[in-house]
Structure formats: structure tokens, C-alpha cells
């Protein structure tokens, strides 16, 4: 494979390079658009979603009309039979747009089930009319409102309009959720209280219903509720948005308040629901109107938001086409630009050399470039310059190696020691190289002769000195082995030094623990002291506030006998009224039973002040048990004291020998560390004396061992000396 990619031309390996870069780029480029793509389908499929959904504000608006006009036919109100009646086909109407519709996208978003659950509670609704309650019906309309809304969900899920990614999303919230949400509710709302104000009376299980319908209304439309949260939201995210639907918000959250208001007066608060059921209507219709105006008004802003990130997304589209191209066209350039400067430039040189083996010596390559190639042309250029001033003729070479090999044949003795023959000076070329290696010769002699005389010197102090480096060694060795003995039992005394040391410092440590718990101990026992001290003052002040519970116990005791007498002379006082009554016949029968009453109240206060008697006693009971439970635990936290404070004393003697018996030990640990500090000392004096000495054995010996390679230089040098011959003058 790579000698294929060898013989390609240069153009096609620029192109394979190209080519095997441009891959992963057009790989990202394809994933881009893709990407794109699928953006562009959820956005298709959010615009066909809300296309799809465009009935539902009427259906919802007529149903939840169609509930309000049943509870007030059902309450009494029998004038909107016939509003009943003209609502009913625009019902008919929009299922049947909604019906069209789900036959194209009902298998699409799976709402065929909840379209055909809305329209059985519809047929139930219109075959039972007002034959039913007005419970049943309301939860009847309700249950199909709620399915609407449900279905609506289903399609938002499909078209992922909730997707918080989006920039659509708070908008799409409010179309799905919130704004159906607070239409609903408001209907509800409008539906219940107009059939109460039918009626003209409310219970009290139906005033809490509308309190809750009422508190639902305000989570959506309220000033913090949860269409004002998300409206907000969306004006963070669209700036633009505020200014179309800000005041669509407020005339909603408006009419709402104004609506919500009305039923506070009205039912809720008035007490009674004898309110106009048809003021009562217009003011709910308007909060209702409010709330589908501002959702039509989404719907709106949710399709031109939808269009913008479509165009959006096919400007980057375009975009990133356009770079794509605009890469692979500056890439193809390229290709073009390296490759024809590369081929004129070697195309140049290749005729260079061409016009070189043709025996045109001044043939010189062109320059093109300034890269490696130019460069190279350069330097060729160069080359052959230099190259040219150099040739010489085949004469002058035949001359020039004829006088090369004479020299050569002269000077061949000398490789084998023999400088007794010198080479013919002539005017050639090489007659200056005879004459300098003649004078090489000559100084050669005098310098083997010399060392000839100093390698015999050399040999026979050698010997000498071998002599007596070898005595040395012996020598340093034998101090050496001396010197480490010693300093092994230094180490000996230097580790039992260390050991007592250790323990000393150990022992210092146990003593400063032993002392530091003495401390804590005694500190302990003084807390405890103070505690219990404490204790006993409060049992004290205790004791002191039951004894005087006790007494104010008796105190309310004789006031309750008090009470008591009281209540007795009371019943003597009812029966003395009740005996002139009886006595004043017909004229005291009204005083008669106001004795009777104060009888009975006097009896009931005789009860209840028997009962407070009763009671007062045990508490007295109780009272003087605890007072006595306090006395003893008085004693007791007594005598705990006592045995604290001498504990403590205990302590603090512990504490006075564990002061004195650490200040010992810290000595004797400093003592020891000392002598330690100044045992290692000498172990390391000993040490470095021992490596000091062995050293200087090492070093004799390879001084020995130095000079005895040295002698064998000599020697070998001396035999290599004899191998060249001198002349007899200069020997």
C-alpha cells in the first residue's frame, strides 16, 4: 500500500490528502444537516399541531357555554331551553371539523380513543338534556371538557411543543396548559354560581365548592398564577413579544380579578346567593373572552416564532453550504497552486541534469520557488559552481596518480617500522608531500629515540615503586580492619544510647499524658463541683416554688369553699323564691322559673366546686410528696458535693507528684538525648576516620595496581620501539 501511495504523482497525493481529510468534514457536514433537517420536522410538525388544534377554542368556549346554560335551565331558569337549542349545532359543528381533521393526523398523534371519548360524553349530554341533576350535568360537561384538554396534551407531547430546549417552549405551555387551564376554570366558576343564583340559595358544601373553583381561577389568572409566570417567561426569552401581548395579559388577569370579585360579593361573602344571574354571566363571559383572545394571541405569536426558527435554521443551512463549498473550492486551489510551482520546478532541474549528462557543464537550473524545492535548486546550483573549479583534465590525473603511487611505494617501509629511508623530492604535485614527510621522519627518529631511553627509566622505577606501594597497602589494610572494629562497637554503644534515649522520651510522654489527665480530672471534678452546686440551687428555688404552690393551693381551696357557701345559700335563696312564688299563685309563675333556673345553676356550681375541691387535693397530695422528694434530693446533691470537693483535692495531690515526676523524667530524657547527640558524634567521627582509612587502602592499592600496569606499558612500549629502525647516526 505505501509503495502504491510512492508512485502516485504529487498532484494525486494532495488529492488523497484532501480527499482523507475532507471524510470526517463531510461526515460533520452530512450530521449537520441532518440535524438541520430534523429540527425543521419538529418545527413542521408544532405549526401542523397547532393548525390541528385551531377548533378547540371554539369547541371548548360552546361547551363550557352549553354548561352554564344547562345548570341555569336545571336551577329554574326555563327561558334558555332555546339558548340550549342554538348552541348545540355549533357543537355538532366543530366535532365535525375536529372529526375531518383527526381522520388525516389521528393515527399521527393517537387521538382517535380520547375524540371518540369526548363525543360519547357529548351524546350523552344532549339524550339526557335536563333530565338530569345539576351536579350530574356539571360533571358530565366537565369530564368532556377534560378530555378536550387531554387530547390537546396528546398532540403537544407528539409535536414535543414542551420541549424546554426550545425557545417555543413557555408559549406552547401556555397554549397547551395554561391558557385552556384558566378558560376552563372560569367556566367552571361561571357554570356553578350561575345555577346558585338560579336557585337563590346556596349550602354550605356548594360555598365551599365555589371557594375552590374560585382559589383555581386565581392559581391561573392571579397576579403570581401561573399564566403571569409563564407570559413572563416568554418575554425573557422574546423581548419582542411584551409589547403585542403584554397588554392581552393584563386585560385578562383583569377581567379575571373584576369576575372573581363579583363572586366574592355575591355568594361567597354576601351570604346569600341572590346576586343577577345574568350580570353575574356577562362579567364570567368577559374573564372567559379575555383568557381565549390572549390564547388566540399565543397561537399567533407560537406560529411566527415557529416560522423564525425555520428561517433561521435554513440560514445556517445555507451557511454552512456555503462554507463547505467555499473550503473545498480554496482547497482545490491549493491543490493547483502546490502542484504546478512543485512540477516547474522539478521539470527545471530534471533539464539541468539532463543537459549535465550531455557534457553542458554550465547548464543551471531556473528558480521558482522559495520552499524546500527552490531551495534545492539553489543549492545545486551551487554545487556544480563549485564543482566546475575543481575538474581537472584526464592528463593532469594520470600525472598526478603516477606521482601518488611512487610516494606511496617509497614511504611503504615506514608502516613497518623502518625510517631509514626517506622519499625523492621532485617538482610535481606531490614533491611538497615528500619533502614534509622526510621532515616527518627526521623528528619521528629523534622522538622514538627518546622514547626509548625514558620507557627504560621508566620500567626500572616502576619496579621501585611498586615495591613500596604494595607495602603501603598491606599496611593500610590491616589499620583499616583495626579502625572498623572499633567503630563497630561504637555503633553498639551509640544503639544503647539511642534505646535509652527512646525510652526516656517515652517516658516523658507518659508523664506529660499522666499529668495533661490530671489536669483534665481536676478541671472535671471543679465542673462537677460547680454542677452540682447549682443543682442544689435550683433544687432549692424548687422547693421553694412548690411549698408556695402548695400554699396557693389552700388559699384556692377556702376560696372554693367560699364558692361553695355561696352556692348553698343560692339554693336556699332558689327554694325560699320558689315557695313565694308558689304562694303568689298565677303572678309568680314567671318568677317561679327563674328560681328554678338559679336552683339549677346553684346545684351545678355545688358540682363543679366539689370537683375543684377534689382536685385541689390532690394537687395539695402531689405538692407535698414532690416537696419532700426535693428535700431528700437536696441532701443527696449535698453530700455528692462533699464527696466531689475531696475527689478534687485528691486530684490536684495526683497532680503535684505528676508535676514533680514529669520535671524527673524531662531530665533525665535531656541527659540522654545529650549523650546520644554525642555518642553519634563520635560514631561518625569513627565512621569517616574508617572511610577515610579505607580509602587510602583502596588507593594504595590501586596505586600499586596503577604502577604495575604501568611498568607492563613500559614494557610493551619498549617492545614496541624496537620494531623501528633507525639509521646508524641517528642511533
Request: hydrophobic fraction near 40%.
Given at each position: 500500500m505505501i509503495d502504491r501511495v510512492k508512485s502516485l504523482q504529487l498532484w494525486m497525493k494532495l488529492s488523497l490528502v484532501a480527499l482523507l481529510m475532507g471524510i470526517p468534514l463531510a461526515v460533520l457536514l452530512v450530521v449537520f444537516m441532518q440535524t438541520k433537517k430534523a429540527e425543521l420536522a419538529t418545527i413542521r410538525d408544532e405549526a401542523e399541531s397547532v393548525e390541528y388544534m385551531a377548533p378547540f377554542r371554539t369547541l371548548l368556549e360552546n361547551v363550557a357555554l352549553h354548561r352554564d346554560f344547562s345548570q341555569r335551565a336545571i336551577n329554574?331558569?326555563?327561558?334558555?331551553?332555546?339558548?340550549?337549542?342554538?348552541?348545540?349545532?355549533?357543537?355538532?359543528?366543530?366535532?365535525?371539523?375536529?372529526?375531518?381533521?383527526?381522520?388525516?393526523?389521528?393515527?399521527?398523534?393517537?387521538?382517535?380513543?380520547?375524540?371518540?371519548?369526548?363525543?360519547?360524553?357529548?351524546?350523552?349530554?344532549?339524550?339526557?338534556?335536563?333530565?338530569?341533576?345539576?351536579?350530574?350535568?356539571?360533571?358530565?360537561?366537565?369530564?368532556?371538557?377534560?378530555?378536550?384538554?387531554?387530547?390537546?396534551?396528546?398532540?403537544?407531547?407528539?409535536?414535543?411543543?414542551?420541549?424546554?430546549?426550545?425557545?417555543?417552549?413557555?408559549?406552547?405551555?401556555?397554549?397547551?396548559?395554561?391558557?385552556?387551564?384558566?378558560?376552563?376554570?372560569?367556566?367552571?366558576l361561571r357554570g356553578f354560581g350561575s345555577g346558585l343564583l338560579v336557585r337563590g340559595k346556596i349550602t354550605d358544601e356548594e360555598r365551599n365548592q365555589l371557594i375552590t373553583l374560585?382559589?383555581?381561577?386565581?392559581?391561573?389568572?392571579?397576579?403570581?398564577?401561573?399564566?403571569?409566570?409563564?407570559?413572563?417567561?416568554?418575554?425573557?426569552?422574546?423581548?419582542?413579544?411584551?409589547?403585542?401581548?403584554?397588554?392581552?395579559?393584563?386585560?385578562?388577569?383583569?377581567?379575571?380579578?373584576?369576575?372573581?370579585?363579583?363572586?366574592?360579593?355575591?355568594?361567597?361573602?354576601?351570604?346569600?346567593?341572590?346576586?343577577?344571574?345574568?350580570?353575574?354571566?356577562?362579567?364570567?363571559?368577559?374573564g372567559i373572552q379575555a383568557v381565549l383572545k390572549l390564547y388566540e394571541a399565543n397561537s399567533i405569536a407560537f406560529r411566527e416564532q415557529l416560522d423564525l426558527r425555520g428561517e433561521q435554521i435554513r440560514s445556517e443551512i445555507w451557511l454552512e453550504a456555503g462554507i463547505a463549498t467555499l473550503a473545498l473550492f480554496l482547497a482545490l486551489l491549493m491543490i493547483y497552486g502546490i502542484t504546478s510551482g512543485v512540477a516547474q520546478q522539478v521539470s527545471s532541474i530534471n533539464m539541468m541534469f539532463r543537459k549535465i549528462e550531455d557534457g553542458d557543464l554550465s547548464a543551471r537550473t531556473e528558480v521558482y520557488t522559495n520552499d524546500e524545492l527552490g531551495t534545492l535548486a539553489k543549492s545545486l546550483n551551487a554545487t556544480f559552481d563549485n564543482t566546475a573549479s575543481l575538474m581537472q583534465s584526464r592528463e593532469e590525473r594520470d600525472r598526478i596518480q603516477s606521482s601518488i603511487q611512487k610516494l606511496l611505494e617509497e614511504i611503504a617501509?615506514?608502516?613497518?617500522?623502518?625510517?631509514?629511508?626517506?622519499?625523492?623530492?621532485?617538482?610535481?604535485?606531490?614533491?611538497?608531500?615528500?619533502?614534509?614527510?622526510?621532515?616527518?621522519?627526521?623528528?619521528?627518529?629523534?622522538?622514538?629515540?627518546?622514547?626509548q631511553q625514558t620507557t627504560e627509566s621508566v620500567s626500572t622505577s616502576a619496579v621501585s615503586v611498586q615495591n613500596t606501594a604494595e607495602a603501603l597497602a598491606q599496611g593500610s589494610e590491616s589499620q583499616s580492619m583495626q579502625i572498623v572494629e572499633a567503630s563497630a562497637a561504637v555503633d553498639e554503644m551509640v544503639e544503647s544510647i539511642n534505646q535509652v534515649t527512646a525510652n526516656a522520651n517515652t517516658a516523658a510522654r507518659v508523664a506529660e499524658v499522666a499529668l495533661q489527665n490530671a489536669k483534665s480530672g481536676a478541671e472535671s471534678v471543679q465542673?462537677?463541683?460547680?454542677?452540682?452546686?447549682?443543682?442544689?440551687?435550683?433544687?432549692?428555688?424548687?422547693?421553694?416554688?412548690?411549698?408556695?404552690?402548695?400554699?396557693?393551693?389552700?388559699?384556692?381551696?377556702?376560696?372554693?369553699?367560699?364558692?361553695?357557701?355561696?352556692?348553698?345559700?343560692?339554693?336556699?335563696?332558689?327554694?325560699?323564691?320558689s315557695i313565694q312564688a308558689a304562694m303568689a299563685g298565677e303572678a309568680g309563675k314567671g318568677f317561679a322559673v327563674v328560681a328554678e333556673e338559679v336552683e339549677h345553676l346553684s346545684e351545678r356550681s355545688t358540682e363543679a366546686t366539689k370537683r375543684i375541691t377534689s382536685?385541689?387535693?390532690?394537687?395539695?397530695?402531689?405538692?407535698?410528696?414532690?416537696?419532700?422528694?426535693?428535700?431528700?434530693?437536696?441532701?443527696?446533691?449535698?453530700?455528692?458535693?462533699?464527696?466531689?470537693?475531696?475527689?478534687?483535692?485528691?486530684?490536684?495531690?495526683?497532680?503535684?507528684?505528676?508535676?514533680?515526676?514529669?520535671?524527673?523524667?524531662?531530665?533525665?530524657?535531656?541527659?540522654?538525648?545529650?549523650?546520644?547527640?554525642?555518642?553519634?558524634?563520635?560514631?561518625?567521627?569513627?565512621?569517616?576516620?574508617?572511610?577515610?582509612?579505607?580509602?587510602?587502602?583502596?588507593?594504595?592499592?590501586?596505586?600499586?595496581?596503577?604502577?604495575?600496569?604501568?611498568?607492563?606499558?613500559?614494557?610493551?612500549?619498549?617492545?614496541?620501539?624496537?620494531?623501528?629502525?633507525?639509521p646508524a647516526v641517528a642511533a
Open positions: 329554574g331558569d326555563t327561558s334558555l331551553r332555546a339558548a340550549l337549542q342554538a348552541v348545540e349545532p355549533a357543537i355538532d359543528a366543530d366535532l365535525t371539523t375536529l372529526q375531518k381533521a383527526d381522520e388525516h393526523q389521528g393515527k399521527v398523534y393517537g387521538t382517535t380513543d380520547t375524540l371518540n371519548t369526548v363525543k360519547n360524553y357529548w351524546r350523552d349530554v344532549r339524550t339526557r338534556g335536563t333530565d338530569v341533576s345539576a351536579k350530574e350535568s356539571f360533571d358530565m360537561h366537565t369530564k368532556m371538557i377534560a378530555s378536550l384538554q387531554d387530547q390537546m396534551r396528546i398532540v403537544g407531547d407528539y409535536a414535543v411543543i414542551l420541549d424546554p430546549k426550545l425557545d417555543t417552549y413557555y408559549l406552547g405551555n401556555t397554549i397547551l396548559l395554561q391558557l385552556p387551564g384558566a378558560a376552563e376554570a372560569l367556566g367552571q374560585a382559589a383555581n381561577v386565581n392559581r391561573y389568572t392571579g397576579r403570581n398564577g401561573s399564566i403571569a409566570t409563564a407570559m413572563s417567561a416568554v418575554f425573557r426569552k422574546a423581548p419582542a413579544l411584551e409589547a403585542k401581548l403584554g397588554p392581552q395579559v393584563l386585560a385578562a388577569a383583569g377581567a379575571s380579578e373584576v369576575f372573581l370579585q363579583a363572586v366574592n360579593d355575591t355568594i361567597i361573602h354576601g351570604g346569600q346567593a341572590n346576586g343577577n344571574p345574568k350580570e353575574y354571566f356577562n362579567t364570567a363571559t368577559a617501509g615506514v608502516a613497518d617500522g623502518d625510517l631509514t629511508h626517506e622519499a625523492e623530492v621532485t617538482t610535481e604535485v606531490t614533491g611538497a608531500i615528500a619533502d614534509s614527510f622526510n621532515y616527518m621522519i627526521v623528528e619521528l627518529r629523534g622522538i622514538i629515540a627518546n622514547v465542673k462537677t463541683i460547680s454542677g452540682m452546686n447549682g443543682i442544689r440551687q435550683q433544687v432549692q428555688q424548687t422547693a421553694k416554688r412548690i411549698k408556695r404552690l402548695g400554699e396557693s393551693s389552700q388559699e384556692i381551696g377556702e376560696i372554693v369553699q367560699l364558692i361553695g357557701d355561696i352556692a348553698d345559700r343560692t339554693s336556699i335563696l332558689a327554694l325560699n323564691a382536685l385541689i387535693k390532690t394537687i395539695q397530695s402531689d405538692t407535698s410528696e414532690a416537696i419532700a422528694a426535693m428535700e431528700e434530693t437536696t441532701r443527696e446533691v449535698v453530700g455528692g458535693s462533699t464527696l466531689a470537693n475531696e475527689a478534687g483535692q485528691k486530684l490536684n495531690e495526683i497532680e503535684s507528684v505528676s508535676v514533680q515526676l514529669a520535671d524527673l523524667i524531662h531530665s533525665i530524657s535531656t541527659a540522654s538525648t545529650s549523650q546520644s547527640r554525642g555518642s553519634e558524634s563520635i560514631a561518625r567521627s569513627m565512621s569517616d576516620i574508617s572511610e577515610v582509612t579505607q580509602l587510602t587502602a583502596q588507593g594504595a592499592k590501586d596505586a600499586a595496581e596503577s604502577i604495575r600496569h604501568l611498568a607492563g606499558l613500559a614494557d610493551s612500549l619498549s617492545g614496541s620501539m624496537n620494531r623501528f629502525k633507525l
